[in-house]
């Protein structure tokens, strides 16, 4: 079983759609990332979080430490949303230090 | 403006051939990292260092090797040795000692192998 778990996969939406991509993880973390991907492959950060919600224009990130489950919410989506979102976690144990446990990604798709 | 830049963005190469990937930043950060992309995979640690002189395996270093003799700089080799070199790379650096930290990407390169 993946550390990091998004869902769904892939995701169509009509523009002005409400869109909620959903991450889970099984290990303790001291930080979650929400990135997204666009086709030429290069990657931005949109938003890093312990706790609480975060909100930037219309894309909101939430995260429930206990339940351990963030959500990344695009109010009024655009076609220009279209990309690659990916969730990524710091963990507090083992591993390279520093390093962020992956998620595989959710495409999405915004049709005009 | 601060960033990472990696060159070149495509790379191909024949089978057998080394090939280097190059990784520049000017954040001034300590730890910088390579990950490789698959398609339909999460994004897997191939080396990472966190100071000049000093790097780390990560979870699919054979066939790989890297350097850091510049804060700045961390290239990053696919040898012979590397069974399944084509795949998308990518490069982040963040700073280290602090917690929560925010990681940089670079755009990325592309290497084919044929």
């Known amino acids: 079983k993946n550390e990091v778990e998004q869902s769904p996969q892939n995701l169509t939406a009509q523009e002005g759609e409400f869109i909620t991509i959903n991450c889970s993880y099984s290990?303790?973390?001291?930080?979650l990332h929400w990135l997204q991907q666009h086709p030429g492959g290069g990657i931005v950060s949109l938003f890093m979080?312990?706790?609480g919600k975060k909100k930037h224009g219309r894309l909101i990130a939430t995260i429930n430490i206990q339940e351990k489950h963030s959500s990344l919410h695009i109010t009024a989506s655009h076609p220009r949303d279209s990309a690659v979102y990916i969730c990524?976690?710091?963990?507090?144990?083992?591993?390279?230090?520093?390093?962020?446990?992956f998620g595989k990604g959710t495409k999405l798709s915004v049709k005009p | 403006d601060g960033g990472i830049t990696q060159s070149p963005k495509y790379l191909f190469r024949k089978e057998g051939q080394n090939v280097t990937l190059s990784c520049e930043q000017n954040?001034?950060?300590?730890?910088m990292y390579w990950y490789r992309q698959d398609p339909g995979q999460g994004l897997r640690l191939i080396y990472y260092?966190?100071?000049?002189?000093?790097?780390q395996k990560g979870d699919i270093a054979e066939g790989y090797s890297v350097s850091r003799e510049k804060k700045e700089s961390f290239p990053l080799t696919v040898t012979s040795a590397q069974k399944n070199p084509t795949a998308f790379y990518l490069c982040?650096?963040?700073?280290?000692?602090?917690?929560?930290?925010?990681?940089?990407f670079g755009q990325g390169t592309r290497l084919t192998v044929v």
């Open positions: 982040a650096s963040s700073t280290t000692g602090v917690p929560n930290t925010e990681a940089f």
């Open positions: 290990v303790g973390i001291s930080a």
């Open positions: 979080l312990s706790s």
């Open positions: 990524a976690v710091r963990s507090y144990y083992g591993g390279s230090q520093g390093n962020l446990i």
């Open positions: 954040l001034n950060h300590d730890a």
């Open positions: 260092s966190q100071i000049v002189n000093d790097f």
